[in-house]
């Protein structure tokens, strides 16, 4: 019994640990993310980007962060002041609870994970789905029409776009045969005298294209980030609380590229490269992409976003599945 509740404990320390370090490292990673994309849509608009702060600007996050936590916090008037805290709260929850399920490639037969889950991507899409509630409340709770009105349009895009963005990825796993990650990203092939892992990006290249635009309208990016009335449903809020919703998104962005490094560009996998060291570049070359995307192009209209989830990308996605799926049977039959 004493073995038993020592394995127990041991167990949970091991977890407590993981989650610790997952947690520094997704922030730090948060942080320069934002630095990232501030000099790199400064070099594509012509502009400095941070560069007077520390070495290369690099210290201007820093700057940042001691600025809003010091920053003012207001709290209008007769607002819900428990779903007003709550909101952002679970934001950050449910940016980081994804987290829990996606392994990343340390070194050779080395990975790194909290829960091998056989269904970790369901996990991922029912935690990111927890932002609705997070936008649609933080407007209600300010006690603002206006915010109200952009809370419940930018929720009204993510249940858009949500249905897209799993459709997307079926064919992969009907591929695959397999919803754990670590499975899609070992999905092995034979072609002639090579045997080994492929990019599934080969096999899937439209859903790897609606996954590309569902994911940036997911996470409210430019072309998809919504220019409201008055700020939209972060109007009233200031401080700590509002760096909870931009912190929130910011890591949202690195969960998509993440997840799309391990579905569709082979995870860890690149020839000699070191494993963590690949996995690293894809990501930073997907955040890359959502940066560009934000300095190429204007943003849509409310009307145009709606048409292009519900009229051409849920239509192209459900068109894929069923492909994919004639395809299989052909092959396999």
Known sequence: MNDLYNNAIGHWVVVAVASAVLLFVVLTATAYTVWFERVALGRIQR?????????????????????????????????????????????????FLAWAVIPIGLWYNVQYW?????????????VSSLNVYAIVLGGYASN??????GGLRAAAQLISYEMALGLSLVPTFMIVGSLRLRDIVEYTVHWGP???????????????????????????????????????????????????????EYVNMITVSALATLIFFGGWHLW??????????????????????????????????????????????????????????????
Do not use: C, H
């Open 47 to 95: 502009r400095p980007g941070p560069n007077r702060v520390g070495p290369f600007g690099l210290l201007q996050l820093a700057a940042d962060g001691v600025k809003l936590a010091f920053k003012e916090s207001f709290v209008p008037e007769k607002t819900d002041k428990v779903i007003y805290v709550v909101a952002p709260t679970i934001a950050v929850a449910a940016a």
């Open 144 to 149: 603002n029409k206006y915010s109200l009105l």
């Open 114 to 126: 909290i829960a091998d889950l056989n269904i970790g991507v369901l996990l991922i899409f029912a």
């Open 194 to 248: 090579y045997t080994g892992p492929i990019p599934l990006i080969i096999l899937t290249p439209i859903g790897f294209v609606i996954y590309l635009m569902a994911a940036v309208a997911e996470t409210n990016r430019a072309p998809f980030d919504l220019p409201e009335v008055i700020g939209g449903f972060l109007t009233e809020y200031s401080g700590l609380k509002f760096v909870m919703y931009y912190l929130a």
């Open 272 to 333: 000699i490269v070191p494993p963590v060291i690949a996995f690293l570049l894809k990501v930073i070359l997907f955040l890359f992409l959502y940066i560009w995307l934000r300095g190429t192009f204007p943003r849509l209209r409310y009307d145009m976003l709606m048409r292009l989830g519900w009229k051409v990308l849920l239509p192209l996605a459900i068109v894929n599945v069923i492909v994919t799926g004639i395809v299989l049977v052909a092959v396999q039959g």
